[in-house]
C-alpha cells in the first residue's frame, strides 16, 4: 500500500496494516467459505468462533480473572454513562466521580438521573490540565462506586496510579485500555469504545465483575440489563458483527507485538520522543502538567492560533493526518494509540523542528 | 469470486458482491487518501460525505417527506423496543400493539415498563401463522400510537397491507424495509436494523415524524432521547462507521436496480417462484397462511423432521446454505431478501424438486 498517511486521529483511529489488509480479504470471502464475513449469520458456528476468539484473546492479554464477564455491547462509551447507574444506583443510593474532562462530566450527567452523585475532584476550573493524586479526594462510606476516566482524550491526561478504593471502582478506558497493564481484579467494572485502541468504531467492551451482574433494579429494559448480555454471551440480539471481528483482529496483532507490556513500554518510548521535543523549548506548550500526562493524547499549543492553523495545514501536505486539537481547547494533538508507528511520531517530531526554524515565533 | 454460496440467511444476509468488493477496497485505503475506512474520524468531511449520502438516498428511495428525521442508531432493533415506549408513554399513558410474532412480543414486554399496553390482535395460538386483516382489531381513543412488525421474519408472515389508523403509526421494518413501496408520510416512526435488507449488522435506521422529538419525558438519558441524535445528524458520540458506510452501499447498489418499485417486482416474483413449488404438491407445506405469506421468509416444512435434517444437509453441500429454520418452529426456512439472487431460488426449487423424488414421504 503507497502513500499511507500518518493519522493522528483521536479516534476512529489508525489501525494496524494488517489488519486491515485482512480486513479486505474476510469482508468479501471469509476464509474462503464463499460468503463474505459482514453476510454471515451471528450464529453460524464461524462467527461465534470470532467472537469466542475475541473474548478469549482480551482474557490473556488482560489477564481477565474469572468471575469477570467480558461483554461485547453497542451504543458507544456513552451509553455506559448511562447504563452503569441504571443498574447500580437507584432511589436513594451514591456515587462518587471523579471529573477530570469532558466524559467524566457527560458520566456525571446521566448518573445523576439515578442517584445522588458526590463529585469528590475536578480540574474543570484549570481546563482539566491534571488529574488528581491519592491524597486530593475521598470516597463516602455509603457510596456504592468510584468512578473515574483513566485517559482523557482531549485534555492529555492520565491517571499515572489506578485509585486505590474499597469501593467498587469503575473505569471508562476508552482511550487507554490495552495501552499499558492494569490489574483487573481491581475493578467492578471496566469499559471502552472500540474505536481508539481495539478496532474499528461500533462495539463497546464492557469487562464487569460477577457480584455487579446481580444489582439492577427490576423495571430496567431488558437490553439495559447487563445480565442479559451476560448471560446470553453478547448474542442476546444480534451483535455488532463487523466490529467484534476487528477487535479481535486488533487484539492477534497486539499479542504479536509481545502482548500488553511490550506494548507498553513502546507507548513509554513513542510518548516520550514527543514530549522531549514539546519540553526542549519555549515554541510547543503541551496542555497538561507533566505528572498528568497522557502516553496517548498529546494536546499542545504554538505561540500563535494563526501558527497552529498554518502548522496543522502544512503537516497535512507532508502526510501528518489529524493533528487539530478539539474545539474545546484548540491548538493542535497528536493521539498516538497501540497501533500508531513510532515512525510517525519521529516524522511528527523531525516537521515541527523544521516548522519551528520555518516560523519563528 | 467463485464458489460463492447461496446464503438464505435470516440475518445477517447476503449481501450485493458488489457492495462486498467495494468495501473490500475502502476498509483498506478509501478513496486513494491513504487511510483505510475503518479508521477515519468520523468527523472528517470524508466520513461525514458518506454518513449524508446515505442518508439522502434513503430519503430518496423512500421518497421520505421533509417532516421526518432519519436516524443512524446502534443497539439493533430489539434497543427501539424500549426506546419508543420510553420516549412516548409514561405515567397514565397507553399503545395499541398487534401481536404477530416473537418480535412483538418482545416489543409487547419493554412497553410494558412505560405504559399501559393495549394488545388488540395476537395470532400467538396459532403459532403467529398469519396477520390480521384490519376488521380484526381496533384501535382505543386513548391510545398513543399503534405498533405492528411489518414482516415476521420467524414465521413468515407480513402484512399485505399497511395498517390504516388515526394514531401514530409504528413499524418494525427490520426485515422488509426497502423491499417495497409504502408511504412513509402515513407513519410516525419506522425503523429496522440494518443486517437484513439494509447491511451489515451493527446499525438501526429510525425515521421519526418531527412533532414526536418533543415528546420524551424529562430524566431521560441523553443518548436514548431521539432528539439528542436527531439535532446532531447522528454525530452525537461516535456511529458505528462501517456499517453506516454497507447501508450506504447497498442503498447505491439499490438505485442501480431501479429503487424499491423494481426490487419490488423481483422480489414477487422470486417468491412466486419459491411458493408455487411449495403449492404444487403435498411434499413441502407452508407455515404461514396463504394470505399472510412473506415476499422476504419463507419457512417450510417436510413430511418428517428427519427428512428435514437430510434435506438442510444435502442442500448446504450444493452451496445453498442456511435453511435451518427457526428453533422455534423448526422446519426449513428461506430468507430471500432484495440482494438475494433470484437464481438462487431457481437453483433451491430446482433441488427441491429433485430432493422429493429421491426422497418420497
Known sequence: MVDRV???????????????????????NFKEMGIGLIEMSHR?????????????LLRELMEIPANYKVLFLQGGASSQFYMIPMNLLGEGKKATYLNTGAWSKKAIKEAKLFGEVDVAFSSEEQTFNRVPKQSE???ADDS?????????????????????????????????????KIDVSKFGIIFAGAQKNMGPAGVTIVIIRDDLLEKTPDNTPTMLTYKTHADKGSMFNTPP???IYGVGEVLKWLKKQGGVAA???????KAGILYDCI?????????????SRSLMNIPFNLP???????????????????????????????????????????????FMKEFEAANPA
Not at 263 to 269: R, V
Not at 279 to 291: I, K, L, Q
Not at 333 to 344: Q, T
Open 137 to 139: 479526594y475521598s470516597v
Open 44 to 56: 453460524s458456528k464461524e462467527f461465534m468462533a470470532v467472537t469466542d476468539d475475541a473474548e478469549q
Open 263 to 269: 506494548i507498553e513500554a513502546i507507548n513509554i518510548e
Open 241 to 243: 458483527c463487523f466490529a
Open 279 to 291: 519540553d526542549s523549548g519555549e515554541y510547543y506548550r503541551g496542555h497538561a502538567e507533566v505528572e
Open 304 to 350: 500563535t492560533p494563526e501558527l497552529e492553523a498554518q502548522f496543522i495545514a502544512e503537516a497535512a501536505k507532508v502526510g501528518l493526518n489529524g493533528l487539530k486539537g478539539h474545539r474545546s481547547i484548540g491548538g493542535c494533538r497528536a493521539s498516538i494509540y497501540n497501533a500508531f508507528p513510532k515512525e510517525g511520531v519521529e516524522k511528527l517530531v523531525a
Open 144 to 180: 456504592e462506586y468510584l468512578y473515574f476516566v483513566s485517559n482523557n482524550t482531549i485534555y492529555g491526561t492520565q491517571f499515572p496510579e489506578i485509585p486505590v478504593t474499597d469501593k467498587v471502582l469503575i473505569s471508562d478506558m476508552s482511550s487507554d485500555i490495552l495501552s499499558r
Open 6 to 28: 500518518y493519522n493522528f486521529s483521536p479516534g476512529p483511529a489508525t489501525l494496524p496494516v494488517e489488519v486491515l489488509q485482512q480486513a479486505s480479504k474476510d469482508v468479501v
